[in-house]
């Protein structure tokens, strides 16, 4: 997909301060730190589209972007950070779930998870209920370029392979790396094909 325009249009703090859900919408979820804003970053080739940071708990309100002037690409603050108080965590907790059940044009989300780590509990159990709720989610790996040789897609594999315990079949899946820019495009892709259905009606919004 080419990338004519990538523009931030809000952050809201609540699903009901959205835009307008007028447009087919992919967001970006995943433990604080695993790299979501910096994939937005890749992908639409800006440097300070998203806001990135070390410090885990950047993203803390809910970032819509508009592409194309045709989607909206969302950034939502990770889950699962440690070192908030656990009445902050609830809050952010309650405001991912409710953007997500209620979000009546987001089109796909996209759940990242570092490809160094082994499967934790928090994504697992964030995919099952994904899953419960009827909320098509892909799997995104990232980091792809912090380990050496073939060992990513050793360890993605695994990881599905993992996984296979538990569910029938493998979630779609994507291998990324922001910083070298390794899988950027497949998403797009995906993204560009899934566009290019809702446009002929093939598939609807949730
Ligand atoms: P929150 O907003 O806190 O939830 O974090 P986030 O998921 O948006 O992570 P962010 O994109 O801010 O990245 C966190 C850190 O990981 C930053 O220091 C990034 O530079 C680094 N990082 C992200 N993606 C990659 C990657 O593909 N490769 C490498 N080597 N570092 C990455
Ligand atoms: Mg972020």
Redo the contacts with the bound molecule.
């Keep these: 997909m080419i990338i004519h325009s990538a523009n931030f249009v809000k952050s809201s703090g609540r699903w009901q301060d959205c835009p307008e859900p007028t447009l087919p919408e992919y967001a970006f979820i995943?433990r604080?730190?695993?790299?979501?804003?910096?994939?937005i970053n890749a992908m639409m080739n800006r440097k300070d589209l998203a806001k990135?940071?070390?410090t885990?708990?950047?993203?803390q309100l809910i970032n819509h972007f508009l592409i194309n002037e045709n989607w909206f690409l969302t950034?939502l603050?990770?889950y699962g950070y440690a070192k908030v108080s656990k009445s902050l965590r609830k809050d952010f907790e309650k405001l991912i779930t409710n953007y997500i059940l209620n979000r009546k044009n987001l089109v796909n989300l996209f759940v990242?998870i570092d490809v160094r780590h082994t499967p934790q509990k928090i994504d697992l159990e964030f995919m099952e209920w994904c899953a419960e709720s009827g909320i098509p989610f892909s799997i995104v790996f990232?980091?792809?370029?912090?380990l050496k040789g073939m060992m990513a897609e050793k360890n993605a594999n695994a990881y599905l392979e993992k996984m296979l315990e538990t569910w029938d079949e493998v979630p779609n899946h994507f291998l990324?790396?922001?910083?070298k820019k390794i899988g950027t495009e497949d998403v797009l892709r995906f993204i560009e094909d899934t566009n290019a259905m809702l446009k002929n009606n093939k598939i609807q919004f949730v």
């Design positions: 995943g604080s730190n695993v790299g979501k804003s910096s994939l990135t940071s070390q885990p708990g950047k993203t950034d603050p990770g990242l990232t980091k792809a370029d912090k990324t790396s922001s910083e």
